[in-house]
DNA sequence: ATGAAAGCGCTAACAT
DNA sequence: ATGTTAGCGCTTTCAT
């Protein structure tokens, strides 16, 4: 490759200074319209195209968003991802990835390198208990951020879906079904998600009366084989459950992995209701009852609060938390012969 | 956020000279124990942090590899801008977004983007008919690309799935189990992926001397809802076929959409084989017997290819066109009994 | 309305 | 082994 064609060469090109080929290239001050025209005609000619390295160096300024998640590979984040940068794009941003493993030292690592690369701003999804060692790296650095999913320091902007009254909602509907033994497959611990998920489990059963019962509890690890695993040994006791729910998508595909090895048929044997939907639900047979997630909107209005302290950069408004509503998606998997839709949002 | 720490900064705390600084930290030539050991103390206590941009500028090179796909929605994309970024990531590279969206426009959009960021090279999934447009600028422009899953020109790196034979053996596996109607939903008309398949398909037929009937032949345009209306026209007819091959994931989930709307059985009634495996397909029920394409693997090769390049920016070795070899799962929804796996490798 | 020139923070000759 | 300094390609103040 050869050098580069620079502002200069279209300056000369067009017999006019570099200024002003800066200025008409960013409508940043009048240019009279020959000048303009030549300028155009040069940039045309000779195939220029704007140095953004240069640019951002000058302007201290990149355009670029920072995305730090937890495993690209994970469903979830996808859409994330995707609306992220969709929404980014229309103001201009770019999306950097940086995939934090779910792990603190890469999540560091992650931070580090947006930071050097001195993106405008990072969305981030916190993996667990970072709490000591990334997000005060952040904080400190000054550089604008929005916390994901997982809500974990309110000096951020947050925002997440609902899980509390979601879970509960869930238990109840089985509940309302007639069963009593409902058992839960949560999370990693140590996620906002999964304490708050637990928790809605643990209220939905108090309000209807039904006694928290510990063998019913188990970690699946947010993960499709540990919880399928989870769910082999929950089945081998001879109290079983008549019901489970799953507390995230992956961990509902093992729960159906593990009903299908041991033949248990969903829903006459075993109802099966899960926090989160999965793409293309609706083809699974049965249907799988889920409360699915405002993926876009979280992403959508994570860019926004994003952008808007990206520009307002100087005033330190005070950082929010946003729970999104959720959407309860009734299929067959629960049991339940009559169908409906209903959404809960929060206060 | 104050003024950035810079290298000056740290010379200045570590009574060195910049370029000192800048050795340390690039270990690009050597430094005495001591200045070192003074350069990283002050680095540390000041926090300083490079900043990539100026460094960029400076050597012209940015380690970002611009990745240019269509619709970040499309679930075949996920795992490899995963695994494009994992792999680039080890080498030192993070990674850029740019959606196509499978639009020609878009897509020169995204280009015009990365090469305005200077992106060291690009990663392209290319849309329908762009040549003209946009890989002519992409090669003008002499930055490393390596084209991926379509292999639309040879002045490329190129890696892709097998397209042809996997797609006759579909077709053959059908004929083996006694099917001789056997219909083909294939994808959006202008890719060369598109074209590959049915060439699969036409050739499986004549394999197996079944005639090529033009009506089995119908397009789903690379989308489920397409698909769907496809098959739901397709079976309107009096003649209908035994068995149907979806030329991409997101149409199997398509077909199977019209075939529950219908109340036709997989595999009894009909069935059902899908070029592109899907994410959990082993959850579904029927089971989805599928041709799976080496995502990663396809990924991982077009990193290297293009890390090889930027490498060897002066030298210009041949670009070579890789097609890599697919895995057939055998599933349920084919209605054979025999369960077996295989591979199809070129050549 | 236009131009000259001083940075932006770094790298890499070129001295010493 | 270390320091000085001229760029990298742009933006932006300051003159004109």
Redesign the interface.
């Known amino acids: 490759?050869?050098r580069?064609v620079t502002m200069a060469d279209v300056a000369a090109r067009a017999g006019v200074s570099v200024s002003t080929v800066s200025h008409v290239i960013n409508e940043t001050r009048p240019v009279s319209p020959e000048l303009r025209a030549k300028v155009m005609d040069a940039i045309r000619s000779i195939?220029y195209?704007?140095?953004?390295?240069?640019r951002?160096?000058a302007t201290?300024d990149?355009r670029?968003i920072g995305i730090v998640m937890s495993?690209?590979?994970n469903?979830f984040f996808?859409?994330v991802?995707?609306a992220i940068?969709?929404a980014g794009?229309r103001h201009g941003y770019?999306?950097?990835?940086?995939?934090s493993r779910d792990r603190v030292k890469d999540e560091a690592d992650a931070v580090?390198?947006l930071?050097?690369?001195?993106v405008d701003g990072i969305i981030l999804a916190p993996t667990t208990n970072d709490k000591e060692v990334v997000l005060d790296r952040l904080a400190?650095?000054?550089?604008p951020t929005v916390l994901i999913d997982r809500l974990a320091d309110p000096r951020f902007d947050q925002v997440g879906p609902e899980n509390v009254e979601s879970t509960a909602m869930l238990v109840e509907h089985l509940a309302t079904a007639g069963h009593k033994k409902i058992a839960f497959i949560s999370g990693i611990s140590g996620l906002t998600t999964t304490a708050e998920r637990v928790r809605g489990y643990r209220l939905g059963l108090e309000r209807c009366n039904l006694p928290f019962r510990r063998q019913f509890l188990r970690t699946g690890h947010s993960a499709a084989r540990e919880a399928e695993a989870a769910v082999t040994r929950l089945l081998e006791s001879s109290d079983k459950p008549t019901a489970i729910i799953s507390g995230n998508n992956f961990m509902t595909?093992g729960i159906?992995?593990a009903l299908?090895r041991l033949k248990i048929n969903i829903p006459e044997d075993m109802a099966v209701v899960s926090y989160d939907d999965?793409?293309?639900a609706?083809?699974?047979?049965p249907g799988i009852t889920a409360i699915a997630q405002p993926i876009k909107d979280i992403a959508n209005l994570a860019v926004q609060l994003l952008i808007d302290r990206i520009r307002n950069?100087g005033k330190t408004s005070q950082p929010q938390t946003y729970i999104l509503p959720t959407r309860f998606i009734h299929r067959d998997s629960c049991g339940c012969s009559t169908y409906s839709a209903s959404e809960w949002a929060p206060d």
Chains 1, 2 share one sequence.
């Open positions: 490759m050869k580069a195939g195209s704007p140095n953004m390295v240069a951002s160096l201290s990149t670029l495993a690209l590979t469903q996808l859409p991802v995707a940068d969709s794009r770019s999306s950097v990835l940086a995939d580090s390198l930071l050097g690369r001195r400190a650095s000054g550089v595909i159906l992995r299908q999965i793409e293309f609706d083809v699974f047979r950069k």
